[in-house]
């Protein structure tokens, strides 16, 4: 089974500010890599599959890049919607597809 | 527009059974794979089983393995979900997804409670 990690757990960023999430694979998982959002109460939504793409209707300000093992979510300018749960998750060799533990951003 | 409309959530006691369902609409249903994720009160997400367009692959977590049954009606444009065997550690939110390899849609989720 491939581990999924993010760091950091919890992520403190002021409005306006950039939010670099970490997501790391316990093996290659070449670019087979998503990002979701969940706000609190609300389902997960992607945002990006293929370790960069960005899902219809995701704004620009939410990119992902990385392959391998070691990929990154960067929102650049907080806005007050972005403060929420990312999760990443693998779908290369599955069964299972792992989910990460996510990182919370939170405001500063 | 995709939607998925989960249903049959519920209280049950350990070793009941539950059957959930998710209806889909806004795309071709019988050509995606469809997939189960849960997520437990304030923890992350677990991927449970996934079942293909025409239903003849079906894959299951090892925990729930021999326990729950994914299922699809093509003609309804619905999948299943049977829950058999429940433990406490089985209560979640359980969302239906459609499944591109990652989860590209999610449905709002039904809530399965386990417990004495």
């Known amino acids: 089974e491939i581990v999924m990690t993010q760091s950091p757990a919890t992520l403190s960023v002021s409005p306006g500010e950039r939010a670099t999430l970490s997501c790391r694979a316990s093996q290659s998982i070449s670019n087979n890599l998503a990002w979701y959002q969940q706000k609190p109460g609300q389902a997960p939504r992607l945002l990006i599959s293929?370790?960069?793409t960005r899902a219809t209707a995701i704004p620009a300000r939410f990119s992902g890049s990385g392959s391998g093992t070691e990929f990154t979510l960067t929102i650049t300018s907080l806005q007050s919607e972005d403060f929420a749960v990312y999760y990443c998750?693998?779908?290369?060799?599955?069964?299972?597809?792992?989910f990460g533990q996510g990182t919370k951003v939170e405001i500063k | 527009e995709v939607q998925l409309v989960e249903a049959g959530g519920g209280f049950v006691q350990p070793g009941g059974s539950l059957r959930l369902s998710c209806v889909a609409s806004g795309f071709t249903f019988n050509i995606y794979s469809m997939s189960w994720v849960r997520q437990a009160p304030g923890k992350g997400l677990e991927w449970v089983s996934t079942?293909?367009?025409?239903?003849?692959?079906?894959y299951y977590a090892d925990s729930v393995k021999g326990r729950f049954t994914i299922s699809r009606d093509n003609s309804k444009n619905t999948v299943y979900l049977q829950l058999n065997s429940l433990r406490a550690e089985d209560t979640a939110i359980y969302y239906c997804t459609k499944d591109s390899y990652y989860f590209h849609f999610w449905g709002q989720g039904t809530l399965v409670t386990v417990s004495s």
């Open positions: 293929g370790a960069s």
């Open positions: 079942i293909s367009g025409s239903g003849g692959n079906t």
């Open positions: 998750q693998h779908y290369n060799t599955w069964p299972p597809r792992t």
